[in-house]
């Protein structure tokens, strides 16, 4: 019985439209945030180059001295700011969606870089490492790929990507997103001119800037296909 039950389910989900019910919304939503968590703590704990933003973070971290969660919390505040002039107007919607993301995100992503350092991952071959890296910046793209579509509660750093994205280079994900890693290279540049030391800089943090705009915009395609971006009008909207 279980069994059957189990497989009218799935069907039902293969079958999904965009209309999605608020099950459907949650069960997105956490494996989204899930995948995000763990590719960052991923690559924080490799320390082979973590994603521009989270790079940024740590590298805030060491030249101030303050934790990452900490970090992490400021630099959505930043972008919660930037996004209200990109949208033009203030969002209560999209800002509660921010704050309801971005405060366990930081937690979770704090949480699992501790837990991965514990992990012996650092004895492994320097290649299985790489690629471990660079699997964890793929999670995160997917994950990006997938709340996004919801667009529903956003990480404040992916609303900019999003909205440079469709406001102002209709659609292209990897342009928007080399767009919105502006800001985060300028903080770890102006921080390597104060410590002269470079943290979660590696061949993944080049990994990220050049691929994960892409694999943001292939996920949309072939991961969970039948979930397509929605309230895709209010993003666009000028008004």
């Known amino acids: 019985g279980k069994i059957r039950q189990v497989a009218i389910f799935l069907i039902g989900w293969v079958k999904m439209t965009t209309k999605l019910t608020i099950r459907q919304q949650i069960i997105y939503f956490t494996i989204s945030i899930v995948l995000n968590c763990i590719g960052n703590g991923i690559t924080v704990a490799l320390n082979l180059g973590s994603a521009l ?4 973070a740590v590298n805030i971290a060491h030249a101030s001295g303050w934790q990452l969660n900490t970090i992490l919390i400021l630099i959505a505040a ?10 033009g107007y203030f969002s ?4 509660i969606g921010n704050i309801l ?8 992503v704090g949480w699992f870089s501790r837990f991965f350092l514990q992990l012996p991952l650092m004895t492994w071959p ?7 890296d660079f699997g964890g910046i793929m999670l995160i793209g997917i994950a990006i790929s997938i709340y996004q579509r919801l667009n529903i509660a956003l990480h404040p750093t992916d609303e900019m990507m999003q909205l440079v994205r469709f406001r102002l280079l209709h659609g292209n994900a990897w342009a928007a997103q080399i767009v919105s890693f502006v800001p985060p290279i300028i903080a770890i540049t102006l921080t390597y001119l104060l410590t002269h030391q470079l ?6 943090t080049v990994f990220s800037l050049l691929c994960q705009g892409y694999i943001v915009g292939q996920a949309d395609h072939y991961i969970f296909p039948r979930l397509k971006h929605q309230h895709l009008s209010e993003i666009k909207s000028k008004s």
Request: proline residues 3%; aromatic residues 20%; hydrophobic residues 70%.
């Open 53 to 56: 933003w989270t790079a940024s």
């Open 101 to 108: 993301f971005a405060v366990p995100f930081s937690i979770l």
């Open 126 to 132: 320097i290649l299985l490492r790489v690629l471990l």
């Open 92 to 95: 209560w919607h999209a800002f």
């Open 199 to 204: 943290y979660a800089i590696n061949l993944g």
């Open 78 to 87: 930043f972008a919660v700011i930037v996004n209200i002039f990109l949208r």
